[in-house]
Protein backbone atom coordinates (compact mmCIF):
# COMPACT_ATOMS: atom_id res chain seq x y z
CA UNK A 1 0.00 0.00 0.00
CA UNK A 2 1.59 3.42 -1.09
CA UNK A 3 2.72 5.34 2.28
CA UNK A 4 0.09 8.12 1.40
CA UNK A 5 -2.60 5.78 2.31
CA UNK A 6 -1.52 5.47 5.78
CA UNK A 7 -3.72 8.02 6.55
CA UNK A 8 -6.91 6.41 5.11
CA UNK A 9 -5.81 3.55 7.62
CA UNK A 10 -5.25 5.93 10.13
CA UNK A 11 -9.25 7.17 9.42
CA UNK A 12 -10.53 3.42 9.63
CA UNK A 13 -9.39 2.56 12.86
CA UNK A 14 -11.19 6.12 14.39
CA UNK A 15 -14.05 4.97 12.75
CA UNK A 16 -13.94 1.15 13.83
CA UNK A 17 -13.34 2.65 17.58
CA UNK A 18 -15.77 5.01 17.42
CA UNK A 19 -18.06 2.97 15.61
CA UNK A 20 -19.33 6.22 14.46
CA UNK A 21 -18.76 8.53 11.02
CA UNK A 22 -19.63 11.33 13.04
CA UNK A 23 -17.67 11.40 16.19
CA UNK A 24 -14.52 10.12 14.18
CA UNK A 25 -14.59 12.68 11.77
CA UNK A 26 -15.08 14.85 14.46
CA UNK A 27 -11.60 13.38 16.10
CA UNK A 28 -9.76 13.65 12.91
CA UNK A 29 -10.71 17.12 11.65
CA UNK A 30 -12.56 16.02 8.51
CA UNK A 31 -15.95 16.20 7.40
CA UNK A 32 -18.14 13.06 7.95
CA UNK A 33 -18.50 12.68 3.89
CA UNK A 34 -14.91 13.42 3.62
CA UNK A 35 -14.37 10.07 5.73
CA UNK A 36 -16.85 8.46 4.58
CA UNK A 37 -15.74 8.63 0.75
CA UNK A 38 -12.29 7.72 2.30
CA UNK A 39 -13.56 4.77 3.62
CA UNK A 40 -15.57 3.73 0.50
CA UNK A 41 -12.07 4.53 -1.17
CA UNK A 42 -10.21 2.12 0.95
CA UNK A 43 -12.53 -0.69 0.51
CA UNK A 44 -12.52 -0.40 -3.33
CA UNK A 45 -8.79 -0.58 -3.11
CA UNK A 46 -8.59 -3.39 -0.65
CA UNK A 47 -11.44 -5.76 -2.54
CA UNK A 48 -13.22 -6.24 0.62
CA UNK A 49 -16.35 -4.82 2.66
CA UNK A 50 -14.57 -3.44 6.34
CA UNK A 51 -17.81 -1.56 7.66
CA UNK A 52 -21.34 -2.63 7.98
CA UNK A 53 -23.00 0.89 7.90
CA UNK A 54 -26.86 1.70 9.14
CA UNK A 55 -28.70 4.67 9.43
CA UNK A 56 -27.87 3.94 13.68
CA UNK A 57 -24.28 3.00 13.71
CA UNK A 58 -21.35 1.30 12.25
CA UNK A 59 -19.61 -2.36 13.01
CA UNK A 60 -16.68 -3.89 11.59
CA UNK A 61 -17.04 -6.74 8.86
CA UNK A 62 -14.97 -9.94 9.79
CA UNK A 63 -12.55 -8.75 6.90
CA UNK A 64 -12.46 -4.78 9.07
CA UNK A 65 -11.82 -6.53 12.42
CA UNK A 66 -9.01 -8.71 11.13
CA UNK A 67 -7.44 -5.41 9.69
CA UNK A 68 -8.49 -3.50 12.80
CA UNK A 69 -6.46 -5.78 14.86
CA UNK A 70 -3.14 -5.61 12.58
CA UNK A 71 -2.90 -2.40 12.29
CA UNK A 72 -4.27 -0.41 14.88
CA UNK A 73 -2.03 -1.48 17.87
CA UNK A 74 1.29 -0.45 15.23
CA UNK A 75 -0.44 2.94 14.07
CA UNK A 76 -0.69 3.64 17.74
CA UNK A 77 3.02 2.72 18.29
CA UNK A 78 4.02 4.35 15.27
CA UNK A 79 2.09 8.11 16.67
CA UNK A 80 3.40 7.28 20.04
CA UNK A 81 6.90 7.77 18.95
CA UNK A 82 6.59 10.20 16.55
CA UNK A 83 4.96 12.09 19.49
CA UNK A 84 7.89 11.42 21.43
CA UNK A 85 10.28 12.58 19.15
CA UNK A 86 8.43 15.99 18.27
CA UNK A 87 8.90 16.03 22.44
CA UNK A 88 12.26 16.16 22.38
CA UNK A 89 12.79 20.04 21.40
CA UNK A 90 13.61 22.27 24.44
CA UNK A 91 9.87 22.51 25.14
CA UNK A 92 7.58 19.80 25.95
CA UNK A 93 4.85 19.72 23.70
CA UNK A 94 1.37 17.73 23.10
CA UNK A 95 -1.48 16.66 24.02
CA UNK A 96 -2.63 14.30 26.80
CA UNK A 97 -5.81 13.05 27.26
CA UNK A 98 -7.19 12.37 31.01
CA UNK A 99 -10.43 10.40 31.71
CA UNK A 100 -11.49 10.65 35.22
CA UNK A 101 -14.22 11.73 38.31
CA UNK A 102 -15.63 15.12 38.32
CA UNK A 103 -14.65 15.61 41.62
CA UNK A 104 -10.99 14.24 41.02
CA UNK A 105 -10.77 17.15 38.05
CA UNK A 106 -12.10 19.46 40.25
CA UNK A 107 -10.28 19.15 43.31
CA UNK A 108 -7.24 17.80 42.41
CA UNK A 109 -6.25 18.04 38.60
CA UNK A 110 -7.26 21.40 37.48
CA UNK A 111 -5.44 22.69 40.55
CA UNK A 112 -2.55 21.10 40.43
CA UNK A 113 -2.48 21.35 36.31
CA UNK A 114 -2.99 24.68 35.94
CA UNK A 115 0.26 26.03 36.53
CA UNK A 116 2.31 23.43 34.52
CA UNK A 117 0.25 24.33 31.71
CA UNK A 118 0.75 28.45 32.19
CA UNK A 119 4.68 27.43 32.18
CA UNK A 120 4.31 24.73 29.41
CA UNK A 121 2.30 26.56 27.04
CA UNK A 122 3.11 24.17 23.94
CA UNK A 123 1.20 20.89 26.56
CA UNK A 124 -2.43 20.79 26.26
CA UNK A 125 -4.55 18.50 28.64
CA UNK A 126 -7.72 17.24 27.52
CA UNK A 127 -10.07 16.25 30.73
CA UNK A 128 -13.22 13.77 30.28
CA UNK A 129 -15.27 13.32 32.64
CA UNK A 130 -16.21 9.32 33.66
CA UNK A 131 -17.41 7.56 36.56
CA UNK A 132 -15.83 4.16 34.96
CA UNK A 133 -12.91 2.52 34.82
CA UNK A 134 -12.11 3.08 31.47
CA UNK A 135 -9.63 1.10 29.44
CA UNK A 136 -7.47 3.83 28.47
CA UNK A 137 -5.75 1.89 25.43
CA UNK A 138 -9.33 0.94 23.76
CA UNK A 139 -10.46 4.59 24.07
CA UNK A 140 -6.89 6.52 23.40
CA UNK A 141 -6.67 8.42 26.46
CA UNK A 142 -3.46 8.57 28.40
CA UNK A 143 -3.86 8.16 31.53
CA UNK A 144 -7.39 7.85 33.66
CA UNK A 145 -8.16 8.43 37.67
CA UNK A 146 -9.95 6.31 39.96
CA UNK A 147 -9.76 5.25 43.68
CA UNK A 148 -7.56 2.97 44.87
CA UNK A 149 -4.33 1.13 43.41
CA UNK A 150 -5.81 -1.82 41.80
CA UNK A 151 -5.15 -1.43 37.78
CA UNK A 152 -4.11 -4.04 35.37
CA UNK A 153 -0.72 -5.62 35.86
CA UNK A 154 0.62 -3.72 32.42
CA UNK A 155 -0.61 -0.05 34.18
CA UNK A 156 1.08 2.03 36.63
CA UNK A 157 -0.55 3.66 39.36
CA UNK A 158 0.44 6.92 40.90
CA UNK A 159 -1.04 7.69 44.56
CA UNK A 160 -2.48 11.23 44.40
CA UNK A 161 -4.41 11.75 47.33
CA UNK A 162 -4.57 10.35 50.97
CA UNK A 163 -7.75 8.24 51.93
CA UNK A 164 -11.38 9.20 50.81
CA UNK A 165 -14.07 9.69 53.23
CA UNK A 166 -17.71 10.39 52.11
CA UNK A 167 -20.49 12.66 53.62
CA UNK A 168 -23.92 12.70 54.14
CA UNK A 169 -26.06 15.91 54.92
CA UNK A 170 -29.20 17.86 53.87
CA UNK A 171 -30.00 21.56 54.10
CA UNK A 172 -32.13 23.11 57.61
CA UNK A 173 -34.67 23.89 54.93
CA UNK A 174 -35.52 19.96 54.05
CA UNK A 175 -34.91 19.04 57.42
CA UNK A 176 -37.15 21.39 59.01
CA UNK A 177 -39.87 19.53 60.84
CA UNK A 178 -38.00 16.04 59.82
CA UNK A 179 -36.41 13.44 61.84
CA UNK A 180 -33.30 13.16 61.83
CA UNK A 181 -31.96 9.68 60.80
CA UNK A 182 -30.34 7.92 63.70
CA UNK A 183 -29.15 4.78 61.25
CA UNK A 184 -28.49 5.05 57.94
CA UNK A 185 -31.31 2.73 57.03
CA UNK A 186 -34.02 5.53 58.34
CA UNK A 187 -32.51 7.36 54.71
CA UNK A 188 -34.75 5.33 53.34
CA UNK A 189 -37.56 7.08 54.78
CA UNK A 190 -36.21 10.29 53.04
CA UNK A 191 -35.67 12.31 50.19
CA UNK A 192 -32.00 11.21 48.64
CA UNK A 193 -30.61 12.73 45.88
CA UNK A 194 -29.15 9.43 43.71
CA UNK A 195 -26.05 8.89 41.20
CA UNK A 196 -26.27 6.72 38.19
CA UNK A 197 -23.47 4.89 37.57
CA UNK A 198 -22.46 4.61 33.81
CA UNK A 199 -21.14 0.90 33.38
CA UNK A 200 -24.51 -0.41 33.54
CA UNK A 201 -27.00 2.22 34.36
CA UNK A 202 -28.09 1.15 38.07
CA UNK A 203 -28.02 3.54 40.64
CA UNK A 204 -25.50 4.06 43.22
CA UNK A 205 -25.89 2.50 46.71
CA UNK A 206 -24.61 4.10 49.51
CA UNK A 207 -21.80 2.24 51.83
CA UNK A 208 -21.75 2.88 55.43
CA UNK A 209 -19.62 1.60 57.76
CA UNK A 210 -18.82 1.48 61.75
CA UNK A 211 -15.98 -0.37 63.01
CA UNK A 212 -16.71 -3.59 62.05
CA UNK A 213 -19.92 -3.30 60.70
CA UNK A 214 -20.39 -2.33 56.99
CA UNK A 215 -23.90 -1.81 55.13
CA UNK A 216 -25.49 -0.65 52.25
CA UNK A 217 -28.12 1.20 51.49
CA UNK A 218 -30.30 2.14 48.64
CA UNK A 219 -32.30 5.19 48.96
CA UNK A 220 -34.79 7.40 46.86
CA UNK A 221 -35.71 10.37 46.08
CA UNK A 222 -37.16 12.77 43.53
CA UNK A 223 -33.34 14.09 41.38
CA UNK A 224 -30.70 11.82 39.79
CA UNK A 225 -27.73 13.58 38.61
CA UNK A 226 -24.37 11.49 37.11
CA UNK A 227 -22.36 14.38 38.26
CA UNK A 228 -20.92 14.82 42.33
CA UNK A 229 -21.09 18.94 42.34
CA UNK A 230 -24.76 19.06 40.70
CA UNK A 231 -25.75 16.51 43.63
CA UNK A 232 -24.02 18.84 46.16
CA UNK A 233 -26.09 21.62 44.86
CA UNK A 234 -29.29 19.66 45.10
CA UNK A 235 -28.72 19.55 48.79
CA UNK A 236 -28.03 22.66 49.05
CA UNK A 237 -31.29 23.75 47.41
CA UNK A 238 -33.14 21.35 49.32
CA UNK A 239 -33.92 18.50 47.78
CA UNK A 240 -32.94 15.93 50.09
CA UNK A 241 -29.59 14.43 51.36
CA UNK A 242 -26.26 14.08 49.10
CA UNK A 243 -23.75 11.46 49.38
CA UNK A 244 -20.89 13.30 48.43
CA UNK A 245 -16.62 13.68 49.09
CA UNK A 246 -16.49 15.18 52.45
CA UNK A 247 -13.89 17.84 51.23
CA UNK A 248 -16.90 19.44 48.92
CA UNK A 249 -19.22 19.41 51.54
CA UNK A 250 -16.99 20.53 54.71
CA UNK A 251 -17.17 24.25 53.61
CA UNK A 252 -20.78 24.51 53.76
CA UNK A 253 -21.18 22.57 56.69
CA UNK A 254 -18.59 24.65 58.23
CA UNK A 255 -21.23 28.02 57.08
CA UNK A 256 -24.55 25.90 58.57
CA UNK A 257 -25.97 25.79 54.92
CA UNK A 258 -25.62 21.94 55.29
CA UNK A 259 -26.26 19.51 58.39
CA UNK A 260 -24.17 16.34 58.32
CA UNK A 261 -25.71 13.31 59.79
CA UNK A 262 -24.31 9.81 60.38
CA UNK A 263 -21.06 11.53 61.04
CA UNK A 264 -20.07 7.85 62.86
CA UNK A 265 -21.05 5.93 59.85
CA UNK A 266 -19.30 8.00 57.44
CA UNK A 267 -17.43 5.49 54.90
CA UNK A 268 -13.40 6.17 54.01
CA UNK A 269 -12.24 4.91 50.71
CA UNK A 270 -8.59 4.69 48.95
CA UNK A 271 -7.63 7.66 48.10
CA UNK A 272 -7.63 8.67 44.15
CA UNK A 273 -4.40 7.22 41.73
CA UNK A 274 -3.56 8.00 38.42
CA UNK A 275 -3.12 5.31 36.18
CA UNK A 276 -0.73 4.77 32.81
CA UNK A 277 0.38 2.25 30.31
CA UNK A 278 3.69 0.53 31.33
CA UNK A 279 6.01 1.42 28.59
CA UNK A 280 9.47 2.09 28.67
CA UNK A 281 9.35 5.75 26.51
CA UNK A 282 6.60 8.34 28.04
CA UNK A 283 6.20 11.29 26.60
CA UNK A 284 7.63 14.51 28.01
CA UNK A 285 4.59 15.89 28.50
CA UNK A 286 2.83 13.18 30.29
CA UNK A 287 5.75 12.73 32.42
CA UNK A 288 5.53 16.37 33.21
CA UNK A 289 1.72 16.20 34.06
CA UNK A 290 2.58 12.66 36.02
CA UNK A 291 5.26 14.82 38.41
CA UNK A 292 2.83 17.84 38.76
CA UNK A 293 -0.05 15.46 40.11
CA UNK A 294 2.14 12.97 42.24
CA UNK A 295 0.60 13.31 45.67
CA UNK A 296 3.46 14.55 48.47
CA UNK A 297 2.91 14.52 52.28
CA UNK A 298 3.44 18.53 52.12
CA UNK A 299 0.35 18.92 50.10
CA UNK A 300 -2.80 19.95 52.20
CA UNK A 301 -4.68 17.87 49.60
Known sequence: ????????LQAFVAVARERSFTRAAAQMGVSRSALSHAMLALEARLGVRLLTRTTRSVSTT??????????ATRLDEIELELGSLSAMRDKPMGIVRITAHDHAINTILWPRLR????????????????????????????????VG??????MVAVRLAPELRMAVAASPSYLS???????????????CINLRLPTHGGLYAWNFEKGDQSLTVRVKGQTTFNNTLLMLQAALDGMGFAFVPLDIMQPHIDEGTLVPVLEDW???FPGYHLYYANRRHIAPALSLVIEALRWRESRSF
Open 115 to 146: PLLHEYPDIQVEFSVDYAFTDIAAQRFDAGVR
Open 266 to 268: WPT
Open 177 to 191: GKPLPVLPHDLTEHQ
Open 62 to 71: DAGERLLDAV
Open 1 to 8: MAKENLSD
Open 149 to 154: DRVDKD
